[in-house]
Each structure stands twice: as C-alpha cells, then as structure tokens.
C-alpha cells in the first residue's frame, strides 16, 4: 500500500525569502515559517522549500511577515556540519495561498499559486479576490 504525505500550515514568514538557482538551473525558494497554535504556546518553525516558477512568485511577493498557507509534503535532507552528518526536515511545497497581513504593501488579497502556475505580472491586478456572485440571480430550491 502507497503512503501519503501531505502537510499544510498557515503561519508568518519570519524571514525575507532567500532565492538560489541550482548548478542545473532551477530556481530554489526557502523561507521559515511560524506557527503559533495558541497564545500561550510557543511558535513552531517550518523551513519550506519552492520551486521552479513557483519559487519565483514567492520571491517576488512575499516578506518577512507575510501570513501564507504552505501545503506540501515533508521531505529530509543530510548534510554535514562540524564533520558530523546531521538531517534536516522541510516542507517542499506544492502551494502557497498568500493571506495579506504584516508586510509592508500587503493588500490582504489571496490568491493560491500551485506548482507549475505561470508567473505573474509585477503589477498584481490578478491578486483580486474574486467578486461575490450577483445577489439577483435566482436559485432553483
């Protein structure tokens, strides 16, 4: 039987996004995000990874503060340090809904931004919430 691994936070970037292309010309997205449950539990830390065009949007528009929902899978990664191998826990996301909040310029607009989405213009006009439908249309029940 397949397993499935699926992990989704909503938090604050504690952290302007730090973009890197690979030696094989990817781009690379990292940010933490905080997560605090309640008031009187201390914030979890989430190191999230994006990709390719995705990683390019988060670069452009998010900040440190931003509030966002990440959905992803958990993935591990070793690394040496101090000539001892250590292992590292991060969310590789599949997307990222940006929700507003303490970034300076954020507009409080969402817009989720998948894996494989095309990249936005700089000038945000798609980043409107969608209008509510028409109050005089007629339902069938």
């Not at 009187?40 to 390019?56: G, I, M, P, S």
């Not at 949007?57 to 509030?67: D, P």
Request: with cysteine.
């Amino acid at each position: 039987m397949a397993g499935f691994n699926r992990i989704e936070i909503i938090g604050n970037l504690g952290k302007d996004p730090e973009t890197r292309t690979t030696t094989t010309g990817k781009m690379v997205c990292s940010f933490s995000v905080g997560v605090t449950e309640r008031k009187d539990a201390a914030t979890q830390w989430f190191n999230v990874q994006v990709w390719d065009k995705l990683a390019e949007i988060c670069s452009r528009y998010l900040k440190k503060g931003s509030s966002v929902m990440v959905a992803g899978r958990m993935a591990s990664r070793k690394y040496e340090k101090d000539g001892v191998t250590r292992e590292a826990w991060e969310i590789v996301a599949r997307e990222v809904l940006m929700l507003g909040g303490k970034a300076e310029g954020a507009t409080g607009d969402r817009r989720t931004y998948k894996a494989g989405d095309p990249v936005p213009e700089m000038n945000r006009q798609h980043m409107t919430t969608p209008k509510p439908v028409d109050d005089d249309c007629s339902l069938p029940f």
